[in-house]
């Protein structure tokens, strides 16, 4: 059995919570070592977090903020070529998440059963700091397919028949995934060299699906224990579970950077990476924003203008054209 590795990327003033999950990842003695990446931090963690000074820690400063995209792929990259054998594995955390103390050996505990070795790696369940882990009830899972000509995860055709994309689970305790977050990702070596690395152009928000459906289209499982869990300290800028990321758009009253990198990252997606049929494709779009439109702008001047800004983020997805964007 290789190392364990953990890879955190940190920005902004993020002192207090990036301290504790700090903390909470040097106590567990199944992590060999850190890798804290400082995506842009406007405080100096080295001078400010007694943790940073372990020499279980390294820390790699960039010169800018990259962007979730930026900085996770240069983190895996550092891993990378820390690593010398390819059985090494990387936790990849949030500056606000941290994983629990058991949650890696109820994984080892699970593999050392398992009735046969195939390619896969483990998204951590993510759950608030109180919340209680519940067991999904469900018996079966989606495949990749259900994913293809999808726009922002709406497909027409799945509305009918996403009950063709149904895969049974083996164990009702083991969830298979299609795409899952950055924070909690459990890999391999093995996987990293062959997947490669996230695509640092996409900056911010939906890179991790994308990166996360490559390694599916690769034939490689992402499975889920319900409770081998890591725990959010701060959370989302929206709950998704009390209201929709779309809603929340047009809600606020300034413009939400994090809304507008999804919008153009998801245009990106749809025809570059889950678009395999054009005319189906151009339907989901097309219902989409026609849903859009009628149930969720504002009827004003203001919803208006930030309909069209959501229009403007798809046309540059489309056209591929990333990066940062001039807010």
């Not at 060999?32 to 405080?43: C, L, Q």
């Not at 995209?69 to 941290?98: H, P, Q």
């Not at 882990?133 to 018996?139: E, S, V």
């Amino acid at each position: 059995m290789g190392r364990i590795f953990a890879l955190i990327v940190t920005y902004g003033d993020h002192k207090k919570q990036l301290s504790q999950v700090l903390h909470q990842t040097l106590i567990n003695k199944r992590i060999d070592h850190i890798f804290v990446i400082n995506n842009g931090s406007s405080y100096d963690l080295s001078q400010e977090i007694d943790e940073i000074s372990c020499d279980k820690v390294s820390l790699i400063s960039l010169a800018t903020n990259t962007g979730s995209a930026g900085g996770f792929s240069r983190g895996i990259l550092e891993v990378v070529e820390y690593s010398t054998n390819k059985d090494d594995r990387l936790l990849i955390l949030d500056d606000d998440s941290y994983v629990e103390y058991d949650a890696l050996e109820k994984i080892d505990s699970y593999e050392r059963n398992m009735s046969k070795n195939y390619d896969h790696i483990w998204s951590l369940n993510r759950l608030k700091i109180n919340e209680q882990a519940k067991i999904d009830c469900n018996c079966f899972d989606y495949s990749l397919e259900s994913y293809y000509n999808s726009f922002y995860r709406f497909s027409v055709t799945n509305k009918f028949k996403r009950r063709n994309h149904r895969i049974k689970r083996e164990n009702k305790n083991i969830k298979r995934m299609v795409v899952a977050p950055y924070s909690g990702l459990f890999i391999n070596m093995s996987v990293i060299h062959k997947v490669g690395y996230p695509i640092q152009e996409m900056y911010l928000y939906s890179d991790d699906i994308e990166y996360t459906f490559r390694i599916s289209s690769y034939g490689i499982d992402i499975l889920q224990m319900y409770n081998a869990n890591i725990r959010d300290i701060a959370g989302s800028w929206f709950d998704s579970k009390k209201i929709n990321v779309h809603d929340a758009f047009f809600q606020t009253k300034q413009d939400n950077y994090r809304a507008l990198y999804a919008y153009r990252n998801e245009a990106y997606l749809a025809k570059y990476v889950f678009n395999k049929n054009k005319i189906l494709s151009s339907i989901n779009y097309c219902t989409w924003i026609l849903n859009i439109l009628i149930r969720k702008m504002p009827k004003n001047k203001a919803g208006i203008k930030k309909f069209k800004k959501i229009i403007r983020m798809v046309h540059l997805g489309k056209k591929a054209e990333l990066g940062e964007l001039d807010i």
